[in-house]
């Protein structure tokens, strides 16, 4: 077995602070929710417009999807920010594909 170690990941200028995934299957989407904390002059957060593809990527762990919405929350050091990604299978849900 190898040792890894990780050191905390930036997404959108920010420090990551938690991060979780939940796995659909067949018309229900995947999500990635992640919590940043933005932290000037060190990092500022530079969140995309709703609906942009993104990726976050961490270690062996990649998720890649739709930025679907954010909520930013006063904290005692700042602000953090709850982040939402979602894959893009709901957006695809009922659409036909003609491959030949």
């Given at each position: 077995m190898v040792a890894t170690t990780f050191s905390t990941p930036l997404f959108f200028g920010a420090r990551v602070v938690n991060a979780s995934a939940s796995l659909g299957w067949g018309g229900d989407s995947s999500t990635c929710q992640l919590t940043l904390v933005d932290d000037p002059p060190n990092y500022v957060i530079q969140l995309p417009e709703v609906g942009t593809a993104v990726a976050f990527?961490?270690?062996?762990?990649?998720?890649?999807?739709?930025?679907?919405?954010?909520?930013?929350?006063?904290?005692?050091?700042?602000?953090?920010?709850?982040?939402?990604?979602?894959?893009?299978?709901?957006?695809?849900?009922?659409?036909?594909?003609?491959?030949?």
């Open positions: 990527q961490w270690g062996d762990f990649y998720f890649g999807g739709v930025f679907q919405r954010y909520t930013r929350k006063r904290s005692t050091g700042g602000f953090t920010y709850d982040v939402i990604i979602e894959s893009p299978s709901k957006l695809l849900d009922g659409i036909q594909i003609i491959l030949e």
